[in-house]
């Protein structure tokens, strides 16, 4: 079975940072893009940040400068560092992932797998 676990989220204050983990299992992950996307109570969710296949990446408006994603193939795990977080970055977070295709989608509706969230809360 192909399995998605993020882990990493936690309580942070303003300004801080966290570092969020996306382990892939029942998968080779070198064909797979992954994204981040977060949902926040009330709210639709929403794309963070996405690296393809071959190693490019987009970033939501919101957190760009900010959040750094990258992937280790190897490894097979997929990282969000995330710096000078803001209390409307609290969402729960999750990772995904699609099969490569010849168009780099960061929109959820084309992600197929996905991971059960990880809790991130920027509170003073």
């Known amino acids: 079975q192909l399995r998605l676990v993020e882990s990493g989220g936690g309580l942070v204050q303003p300004g801080g940072s966290l570092r969020l983990s996306c382990a892939a299992s029942?998968?080779?992950?070198?064909?797979?893009?992954i994204g981040w996307f977060r949902q926040a109570p009330g709210k639709e969710r929403e794309g963070v940040s996405c690296i393809s296949s071959g190693g490019s990446t987009k970033y939501a408006e919101s957190v760009k400068g900010r959040f750094i994603i990258s992937r280790d193939n190897a490894k097979k795990t997929v990282s969000l560092e995330m710096n000078s977080l803001k209390p409307e970055d609290t969402a729960v977070y999750y990772c995904?992932?699609?099969?490569?295709?010849?168009?780099?989608?960061?929109?959820?509706?084309?992600?197929?797998?996905w991971g059960q969230g990880t809790q991130v809360t920027v509170s003073s």
């Open positions: 995904a992932a699609r099969p490569y295709s010849d168009y780099f989608w960061c929109h959820l509706d084309e992600y197929s797998y």
């Open positions: 029942g998968f080779t992950l070198d064909y797979y893009d």
